[in-house]
């Protein structure tokens, strides 16, 4: 999604716009701009692609004199990615600024409106329009002015707001999509993202809904739509700005695969207590454990895969009936939420703004939201009721890899401690799994260092034009995360499958040599999934079969066999998943796809 940076200090503002718009560049965009204030006047400059070609066209800002000014990264909405829809959108003499990331909904009768009144608009942008309200509005008092517009525009917005005249002063203001604010000695910052100015500053201002800031070189001040003037307490950033550099890895998804071990460990052991589960986060007493009846799980994307397993391990560990949704659905469907539900959203970035829209419907029938969340202070971590950390760390790469493994041990966790207080699973069992849960991380940096073979075997298939995975239960979970990781970083077609439902329909693709990847990590259907693995084969498929040390009988079915460590079959996704992303981004890398950028794709998807 789009990407905003500001700055207004001592020092020169565009080299410090552009470095932290490359900081940003994971979120996804296809265009760059930025406007700076030279002392007499706002210079605009805009480019299609790549920030390495703003940064060219500007000499790394160097020919943008000024302490203030505003850029941004786009990622196309309204509009076609070109210079003239590019960021920052301004008034028709070019004195009024503004930078945006989310959607201005009713964009469309204001603009006529002000096409009455003879403006004209020269892009097809939404974010045109508050641009042109600004100068409408515009009394030469900036706050009361970006006070009457937000007033009358909907949708979802985070603006960075730059005025001519008042070359002193910067304005931000959020509704729907996520902005920080920061400090250092030399200046203030605006950001969608703490990467992009940590460099600078640690000390950061979460914005908060409907709230506007104004920045100054040496202070900022925070209100609310009524202009009332708001104390916020600063957050200061523990993590290392090395944590969102590449360290040497030829990627950043080759770089957080490999941080799974730690990112496991890291959600793991603070929440075991005396080999017992402890998730003081959860605000829920044993009795109140005792009485769900039910338990929604929302989400998008991989977190939602994470949620299918969740329901597996949940259901199977605690006995509780779970449903989970898609959140894009979850929110328009209606859903039934009765007496003693309880709803779980799960996501990493904290700011999707489906999963974001369902737990404010949820709230909004009075119940209660657990977040099980990677982004510390996003927007879901703030609204949820209670929120379960993943330890994962900053994620850049879009393609999530470390804070999905997170996701799933926060939800095993999750399992354990309900099944624990329903005593649905004896003590001995509850210690064996605890046992397991803690082998998780060696085991996965096992998987890891067996990458060479993953990468032979990768290569076979960067010509492939279908690759299918198959399972059952958790592993069709599996299976599910398997396929999204490869189609989405390598743009070859790929489906996940439950595997007895392929000869209902998909079956019919399988074509000579198509791959079929068959997870099977789960005993008691070992036998059934050998035989979808032997439809497949009988059609021409290439069989490769995912499954627990010792399985041999699999090697009958299947052409190629990746084996994992032992573990609880609860717990196999974690596990499992791992050769499946190597898979997938070894394919990826051989195509000479963008694999930390994916084409179309955004890190986190703030508009619905
Ligand atoms: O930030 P979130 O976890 O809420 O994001 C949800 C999905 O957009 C995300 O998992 C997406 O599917 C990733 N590209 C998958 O790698």
Redesign the pocket.
């Known amino acids: 999604m789009c990407g905003i940076v500001g700055y207004i200090g001592k020092r020169q503002a565009a080299p410090i716009i552009l470095d932290g718009l490359a900081k940003l560049e994971y979120r996804g965009y296809d265009s760059a701009g930025m406007a700076v204030f030279d002392g007499e006047k706002v210079n605009v400059k805009k480019a299609v692609g790549r920030l390495k070609v703003l940064e060219e066209l500007t000499h790394d800002g160097a020919t943008m004199p000024g302490t203030v000014g505003i850029g941004h990264t786009r990622w196309a909405t309204h509009g076609a990615p070109s210079d003239v829809n590019s960021h920052p959108h301004f008034n028709g003499d070019k004195t009024i600024m503004v930078v945006h990331n989310g959607i201005i909904e009713n964009y469309i009768p204001l603009r006529a409106k002000l096409q009455k009144k003879g403006y004209e608009f020269v892009s097809e942008t939404d974010t045109e329009v508050v641009a042109q309200m600004l100068d409408y509005y515009y009394d030469g008092n900036p706050m009361e002015t970006i006070l009457k517009v937000l007033h009358r525009i909907e949708g979802s917005y985070a603006l960075g707001i730059m005025f001519a005249d008042h070359p002193g002063e910067l304005f931000a203001a959020r509704k729907g999509s996520p902005l920080v604010v920061g400090q250092s000695e030399d200046g203030c910052f605006i950001a969608s993202d703490v990467p992009a100015i940590l460099k600078y500053t640690r000390t950061v201002y979460f914005v908060d809904e409907q709230e506007v800031v104004r920045l100054e070189p040496d202070h900022m001040h925070f209100y609310t739509l009524d202009e009332e003037e708001i104390e916020k307490q600063p957050t200061t950033i523990e993590w290392d700005a090395d944590a969102a550099e590449k360290a040497g890895y030829e990627h950043f998804m080759l770089k957080e695969m490999y941080e799974q071990p730690k990112t496991v460990t890291d959600t793991l052991l603070p929440r075991i207590k005396k080999d017992t589960i402890e998730i003081e986060e959860l605000g829920l007493s044993d009795e109140e454990i005792a009485r769900i009846r039910k338990i929604h799980i929302v989400?998008?994307?991989?977190?939602y895969h994470a949620g299918v397993t969740g329901k597996y391990v949940i259901e199977g560990l605690a006995r509780i009936p779970v449903e989970v949704d898609l959140a894009s659905e979850f929110r328009y469907r209606n859903p039934i939420l009765e007496e003693g539900a309880m709803v779980i959203v799960i996501?990493?970035?904290g700011?999707?703004a489906d999963?974001l829209a369902a737990l404010r419907e949820s709230k909004a029938r009075g119940f209660k939201v657990l977040g099980i969340v990677n982004v510390v202070g996003s927007s879901i971590a703030r609204e949820a009721d209670n929120v379960m950390y993943t330890w994962a760390g900053p994620e850049i790469a879009?393609?999530?890899t470390k804070?999905y493994s997170a996701q799933l041990i926060a939800l095993y966790l999750l399992a354990m401690k309900f099944a624990s207080v329903k005593k649905t699973i004896k003590e001995e069992e509850y210690k064996k799994l605890l046992r397991d849960l803690k082998r998780l991380p060696d085991q996965i940096e096992l998987l890891l260092n067996n990458k060479k073979n993953i990468q032979h075997f990768a290569n076979r298939y960067i010509g492939a034009r279908d690759i299918f995975f198959i399972g059952r239960g958790i592993d069709y979970a599996i299976s599910l995360e398997g396929s999204?990781?490869l189609k989405?970083i390598s743009y070859i077609h790929s489906e996940a499958y439950a595997a007895g439902e392929l000869k209902h329909g998909t079956i019919s693709l399988i074509e000579e040599g198509t791959l079929v990847a068959a997870v099977s990590t789960q005993p008691e259907l070992y036998q059934k999934t050998i035989s979808n693995m032997v439809e497949v084969k009988a059609r021409g498929a290439f069989v490769l079969a995912v499954t627990n040390e010792g399985n041999k009988e699999i090697e009958k079915a299947a052409d190629y066999v990746i084996y994992i460590p032992e573990t609880n079959p609860y717990f196999a996704n974690s596990l499992a998943i791992i050769p499946l992303q190597l898979f997938g981004y070894y394919v990826a890398v051989g195509r000479g796809c963008d694999v930390d950028k994916p084409r179309n794709?955004a890190k986190?998807?703030t508009v619905e």
């Open positions: 989400a998008c994307g991989s977190a996501s990493q970035s700011e999707t999963t879009v393609a999530t804070a999204l990781k989405e794709l986190s998807v």
